[in-house]
C-alpha cells in the first residue's frame, strides 16, 4: 500500500478482555517496529521485526503482550486480560533495509480499557 | 545504550519568529538522527534525518537540522515559524541496535 495502515483506529475494550491490533506495512518493507504513546509521553518501544529473523521482543511490558507476522507482512500485536495502564496509542512502523531511508508510521490504535 | 533527551517539554514562539528545538543524544558512534512530527491524531511524519556526511540537513516544510559532534546535539530550526507548525515534535536516533530510540517530545504552541 502507499502507507502503513493500523486498525482500528479506536479501541474501548472491558478490563480483562483480549484485544488485537493490526498493521499493515508498506509494501516490500522489511523491518517493522511497535511502539506504545501513552498520553503526553514519548514512544515506547515494544517489539522489531526484521525479514525472517527472530523478533527482538525486549520491549514488551509483560507477557499478556505478544505480537506476530505472517509472511513478512501484517503483523498483530495481541494484549491478554486488557488493564487499565494498557491504555494508550499503539503505533506501528515499517522501514526498508534497517531505516536508512527514516522509518514510516501509521496513524497508529488508540485503545482505552476501561 | 543509545538515548536521547529533549530538555523542552514545551515552547512557544509567535508565528513569523525563528524556532530551534533542541535535541542531545547519547551514543558511542556516529548515529543515525532523525526528527519527526505529529500532529493530534495523527503518526507520526519524518522531516529529515542525518547519517552522514554534511553536518547540516534540509528537511521538508523549510525545516533544517545541525549536527554537532562536539556537543552531541542535532538541534532543529526553522527561520519562520507558521501557525500550522503546531504540533508535537520528536528527536530520534538508531544505532547500532537499528531500533530507534525517540525522545519525549516538545510540543510547539504557536501564538498569532
Known amino acids: 500500500g502507499a502507507g502503513v495502515s493500523q486498525s482500528p483506529s479506536n479501541k474501548v475494550t472491558e478490563k480483562g478482555k483480549d484485544v488485537e491490533l493490526r498493521c499493515d506495512p508498506i509494501?516490500?518493507?522489511?523491518?517493522l517496529y511497535w511502539y506504545r504513546q501513552s498520553l503526553g509521553q514519548g514512544l515506547e518501544f515494544l517489539i522489531y521485526?526484521?525479514?525472517?529473523?527472530?523478533?527482538?521482543k525486549s520491549g514488551l511490558p509483560s507477557d499478556r503482550f505478544s505480537a506476530e507476522r505472517t509472511g513478512g507482512s501484517v503483523s498483530t500485536l495481541t494484549i491478554q486480560r486488557t488493564q487499565q495502564e494498557d491504555s494508550a496509542v499503539y503505533l506501528c512502523?515499517?522501514?526498508?533495509?534497517?531505516?536508512?531511508?527514516?522509518?514510516?508510521f501509521g496513524s497508529g490504535t488508540r485503545l482505552t480499557v476501561v | 545504550a543509545q538515548s536521547v533527551t529533549q530538555p523542552d517539554i514545551h515552547i512557544t514562539v509567535s508565528e513569523g519568529a525563528s524556532l530551534e528545538l533542541r535535541c542531545n543524544y547519547s551514543?558511542?558512534?556516529?548515529?543515525?538522527l532523525f526528527w519527526y512530527v505529529q500532529s493530534p491524531g495523527q503518526g507520526l511524519q519524518l522531516l529529515l534525518k542525518?547519517?552522514?556526511?554534511?553536518?547540516l540537513v534540509q528537511g521538508i516544510k523549510g525545516f533544517e537540522a545541525e549536527f554537532k559532534r562536539s556537543q552531541s546535539s542535532f538541534n532543529l530550526r526553522k527561520p519562520s515559524v507558521h501557525w500550522s507548525d503546531a504540533a508535537e515534535y520528536f528527536c530520534?536516533?538508531?544505532?547500532?541496535?537499528?531500533?530507534?530510540?525517540f525522545g519525549r517530545g516538545t510540543s510547539l504552541i504557536v501564538h498569532p
Open positions: 512502523a515499517s522501514s526498508l533495509g534497517r531505516g536508512e531511508n527514516g522509518y514510516t
Open positions: 509494501s516490500g518493507h522489511t523491518a
Open positions: 521485526f526484521q525479514g525472517n529473523s527472530a523478533p527482538d
Open positions: 551514543y558511542g558512534a556516529t548515529p543515525y
Open positions: 542525518y547519517f552522514s556526511g554534511d553536518t
Open positions: 530520534a536516533t538508531s544505532g547500532g541496535s537499528y531500533i530507534p530510540t
